[in-house]
């Protein structure tokens, strides 16, 4: 498992994976434009050349939103996605947040699973946040 910083030759992989992993993903405009903006890093995890995890976060003054977090299907449950997490909350950290948000549908219970893992505890519900209607759990972690 080798795990580095996004670059712009990634983001095909990217999106193609971000496609895999769920019903309303990021386009590859949309992953290309977080390069854009300032205090986004983006991380990822390859297995034998393939990009099998990745993940963003973004930091303004002393917090920070990880905006996208995704494994492959036959990677998950291994570690990958906790590893990953480390990785953005590590850069939050750096970053001087000391508080760390992110949303989840209220369907995605795996997920859910590793926030709750890696310190999140629910905050409260967006109700029909995501554009089909579903809703969103807001997950917070001190730092």
Known sequence: MNGRAWTVDDL???????????SDPWSRRMLA??????GFRGVLLEEDGQIVAYGGVQTACDEAEIELIAVSEMYRRCGRGTAVMEDLLT???????????LEVR??????????????????????????????????????
Do not use: W
């Open 12 to 22: 095909d992989a990217i999106a193609a994976l971000e496609e895999e992993c769920f």
């Open 33 to 38: 434009d977080s390069f854009l903006l300032e």
């Open 91 to 101: 850069i939050a950290r750096e970053r001087g947040a000391k508080r760390v948000f």
């Open 106 to 143: 209220v369907s995605n219970a795996s997920a859910q699973m590793l926030y709750l893992k890696c310190g999140f505890h629910g905050l409260y519900c967006r109700t029909r946040y995501y554009p089909d209607g579903e809703d969103a759990i807001v997950m917070t972690r001190e730092l």
